[in-house]
């Protein structure tokens, strides 16, 4: 069975940088055709898409966040890695991590962490 | 930048059937997948390329997409589908979501 867990600081300050990691079990994100997002969603809001990394280290980010953020992988930890700058109180959220299938236009979350609620506030 | 239209609610009595639309422009040439998020819970996915449903999601949600809009429909509408709903679908490799729409069972 595949489990993801997102862990990471519940409250930052505005403009410090956030860290969020992704912990796989059941799941090596080497194996082909894997891939991941991460996803957040304001209290009470929608959700919206940040950013995504393939098994090949591909990666893709929302246009209107690309600046602010980056994604990685470390394969040997089974961990996927969000980092986002300059936070700010409008980015608070639950944030998800979230398994994908399917490719390119095809493509659709499939399994969802419990997510990780991270407040912004001084 | 590509934008998903959801209305904010729908009310169906139980037994009845639910329709929740998404628009979107040439919505039809893409593929559209529905998420249920019930209340303090991780989102589920509910329909995936349009019409095809996942492992343990019931009979009852069917899905369809053609022109600019896509519509989730839950027929037999029971308690337990009150929810959140969203559409899904991708701008190039961008995913974009609709503003999600709350299903009242009354």
């Known amino acids: 069975q595949v489990t993801l867990k997102e862990s990471g600081p519940a409250l930052v300050k505005p403009t410090q940088t956030l860290t969020l990691t992704c912990t796989f079990s059941?799941?090596?994100?080497?194996?082909?055709?894997?891939?991941v997002s991460w996803i957040r969603q304001p209290p009470s809001k929608a959700l919206e898409w940040l950013a995504r990394?393939?098994?090949?280290?591909?990666?893709f980010y929302s246009t209107s966040l690309e600046t602010r953020l980056t994604i990685s992988k470390d394969t040997s930890k089974n961990q996927v890695v969000l980092t986002m700058t300059n936070m700010d109180p409008v980015d608070t959220a639950t944030y998800y991590c979230?398994?994908?299938?399917?490719?390119?236009?095809?493509?659709?979350?499939?399994?969802w962490g419990r997510g990780t609620l991270v407040t912004v506030s001084s | 930048s590509y934008e998903l239209t959801q209305p904010p609610s729908v009310s169906v009595s139980p037994g009845q059937t639910a329709s929740i639309t998404c628009s979107g422009d040439?919505?039809?040439?893409?593929?559209v997948s529905w998420y249920h998020q019930k209340a303090g819970q991780s989102p589920v996915l509910a329909i995936y390329?349009?019409?095809k449903r996942p492992s343990g999601i019931p009979e009852r949600f069917s899905g369809s997409n053609s022109g600019d809009t896509a519509t989730l429909t839950i027929s037999g509408t029971q308690a337990m589908d009150e929810a959140d709903y969203y559409c899904?679908?991708?701008?190039?490799?961008?995913?974009?979501f609709g503003g999600g729409t709350k299903l009242t069972v009354l």
């Open positions: 990394i393939d098994w090949d280290d591909d990666k």
């Open positions: 899904q679908a991708w701008d190039s490799s961008t995913a974009v």
């Open positions: 390329q349009d019409t």
């Open positions: 059941g799941l090596s994100l080497s194996t082909s055709e894997v891939r």
């Open positions: 040439k919505l039809g040439d893409k593929y």
């Open positions: 979230v398994r994908m299938e399917g490719v390119g236009a095809f493509g659709y979350f499939a399994l």
